[in-house]
């Protein structure tokens, strides 16, 4: 890859810009899972019966992942035309705006039928700016990385997820801790929505500071700007579109199956309060959070396939104790089973963005490498609490592991068939 000395990032500038616009966006992206299970179902979802409110409330959650590949789409389509550092800005902007308002929403009592129409239109504009940010973020850290250290680059945008993570979850746990019930679903739930703002503002400073990636750069002056990306990548790229996709199925699912479905069936069925659920998913990110630097680390050295491969297996095994740790009623085995499931997670994520991103030339990167991204969270995320708690209230918790288990072989053939490939930078 050529220099290009007048656009040249320094390190910390790139490390951090792709750092600090991910955490907000999951930051962003979390708070709305942890309002979807704790205060919603109540707010916007009224009823009679508490399992139905919380399967509605939990339907606008998968909103987001369906508008994810539009935001992949729009955004990836204008990050490999005219750049990628305008297009992140704007993705963070659609996003964090988008979240902002939400904390503004009155509730059903209050408008009506209309207040969860509301509620979804913002969560589409939450799903539209993330579907464009993570692509970005990720792009930005490997193509100002050496070769030798893609991995290691690359992982500083997957830090975003665990970090925004314990900030929604600390907030969440600050506030139902500092005031009452009836406090906190009053307006209280509203704070982390609005204060979301001062975060934005410091992620689109930084945003502002960064100049254009030297791939992008070297790409453009040599003319190899394509006209379309999707098309290209539909007409080219068919292999890494599909395969891509389903290999990353299994982190969207394992993540929402540990956060989101054991906070809903912990604090309704297990006997968990709010508090010592939250604790526990602040807990078990701490793990998330360990492994996937150490995840980047080993996917230097051994690659990020292989890694990716021997990941996906553990989880498939994982699968099979899904309900012998659940359904101990014993609080150290559930926390041990989400501390486990989280490190699994930190496994498969941490070089996940750069295995993505080495799929595509750099003229279709910030399409490809987001779309196959954000499709596999419409496949592995956007229905999987419904889903997972239908099969635990149907059949039972064992189905709910056999789900992670099929899940994971797919990821697992994918891995072994995708095309081997690695373009350059």
Known sequence: MKNNPNKENSLRHVLFGSLIGTTIEF????????????????????????????????????IAFLARPLGSAVFGHYGDKIGRKVTLVVALLTMGLSTIAIGFLPGYASIGIAAPILLMLCR???????????????LLAIENAPPHKRAWYGMFPQLGAPIGL??????????????????????????????????????????LKISETPAFE????????????????????????????????????????????????????????KREALLIQLLSVLFFAFFIPVSALVADKIGRRKILIITTAAIAVFGFFFSYFLN?????????????????????YGPLGTFLSELFPT???????????????????????????????????????????????????????????????
Not at 124 to 138: K, M, P, R, T, Y
Not at 250 to 272: E, K, N, P, Q
Not at 419 to 424: G, M, Y
């Open 166 to 207: 314990l900030l929604s979850g600390g907030t969440f746990l600050i506030l139902t801790d500092s005031m009452s019930s009836e406090a906190f679903m009053d307006y209280g739930w509203r704070i982390p929505f609005i204060a979301s703002s001062l975060l934005v503002i410091v992620g689109f400073y930084i945003r």
């Open 328 to 348: 101990s009623g014993n609080s150290v085995l559930v926390t041990a089973f989400v501390c486990i499931g989280m490190s699994l997670m930190g496994f498969t």
């Open 363 to 425: 003229t279709v990167r910030y399409s490809g490498a987001s779309l196959t991204f954000n499709l596999a969270g419409i496949l592995g995320a956007a229905f999987a609490p419904m889903i997972a708690i239908w099969l635990a209230s149907t059949y039972g918790l064992n189905y709910v592991g056999f789900y992670l288990t099929a899940a994971a072989l797919i990821s697992l053939i994918s891995f072994l068939v995708i095309s081997k490939k690695v373009h350059q930078f």
């Open 124 to 138: 589409f504009g939450q799903g539209v700016g993330l579907g464009g940010e993570w692509g970005g973020a990720v």
């Open 27 to 62: 930051f962003d992206f979390y708070i709305y899972a942890n309002a979807a299970v704790l205060v919603f179902p109540q707010l916007f979802f009224p009823g009679a019966n508490s399992t139905v409110s919380t399967l509605e409330s939990l339907a606008t959650f998968s």
């Open 218 to 273: 070297n790409s453009k002056e040599e003319q190899k700007e394509v006209k379309i990306p999707f098309f290209t990548l539909l007409k080219s790229y068919k292999n890494q579109l599909i395969f891509g996709t389903l290999s990353a199925v299994t982190t969207f699912l394992v993540f929402y199956l540990m956060t989101v479905f054991t906070l809903s069936w912990a604090t309704s069925d297990l006997g968990f309060t």
